[in-house]
């Protein structure tokens, strides 16, 4: 079965850090890019950042450039988002993905919450 | 970032037929054209069509995708009421070097 679990999300102070995981399991995970798509409450689907195969190749949302990174372990099969200088505006449901010719898919995670406030 | 301009709202009936729209430009759509997610309401997306138009396992053959110039287009056909849903289509943007989406359609069955 695939799973994609995403964990570290919670409630942090504006110009907090958190560090977003997600665990890939049931499928080939060096096989795919991977992607982190944000939603925020009541509002759309947005593309954070994603990661080639082999992690030499990384892409993010100009909003993000610079205060988040993407990264992955193969070896232990886990994609990773490190949130530094947290804003207001990045309060939203993270997501994890496979990303294959599209910004997320075919295997998507449950996501996990993350909302900056005082 | 520029994203993708869908119709906020469409509303068919049940059986009928559903087309909803993705429009971009040159760089994006144009480019290499879209991929379409469906999403329920409390729940995670789900890929239906890759911008190749490649559906994965498992998703109906009444989704089908297609594309003319810079607009996308998904097509549903015989309507049922688990597709009352939001669609969003994406597209990467070969200027931003970034994956963008639409703002979502709210497709109502009547």
């Known amino acids: 079965e695939v799973q994609l679990v995403e964990s570290g999300g919670g409630l942090v102070q504006p110009g907090g850090s958190l560090r977003l995981s997600c665990a890939a399991s049931?499928?080939?995970?060096?096989?795919?890019?991977m992607t982190w798509v944000r939603q925020a409450p009541g509002k759309g689907l947005e593309w954070v950042a994603n990661?080639?195969?082999?992690?030499?190749?990384?892409f993010y949302l100009d909003s993000v450039k610079g205060r988040f990174t993407i990264s992955r372990d193969n070896a232990k099969n886990s994609l990773y988002l490190q949130m530094n200088s947290l804003r207001a505006e990045d309060t939203a449901l993270y997501y994890c993905?496979?990303?294959?010719?599209?910004?997320?898919?075919?295997?998507w995670g449950q996501g996990t919450m993350v909302t900056v406030s005082s | 970032q520029a994203g993708l301009t869908q119709p906020p709202s469409v509303s068919k009936g049940l059986r009928q037929t559903a087309t909803l729209t993705c429009t971009g430009n040159?760089?994006?759509?144009?480019?290499?054209?879209a991929a379409w997610v469906q999403q329920h309401q409390g729940h995670p997306p789900k890929l239906l069509l890759d911008?190749?138009?490649n559906r994965p396992s498992g998703i109906s053959e009444r989704f089908s995708a297609s594309r003319s110039g810079s607009t996308a287009s998904l097509t549903i056909t015989g309507l049922q009421p688990e597709d009352e849903a939001d669609y969003y289509c994406?597209?990467?943007?070969?200027?931003?070097?970034?994956?963008?989406f639409g703002g979502g359609t709210r497709l109502t069955v009547l």
């Open positions: 040159n760089k994006n759509v144009g480019y290499e054209g």
């Open positions: 994406s597209a990467w943007d070969s200027t931003l070097s970034a994956w963008v």
């Open positions: 993905a496979t990303s294959r010719d599209t910004a997320g898919g075919p295997y």
């Open positions: 911008r190749n138009h």
């Open positions: 990661i080639r195969q082999d992690g030499g190749l990384k």
């Open positions: 049931g499928f080939s995970f060096t096989t795919y890019w």
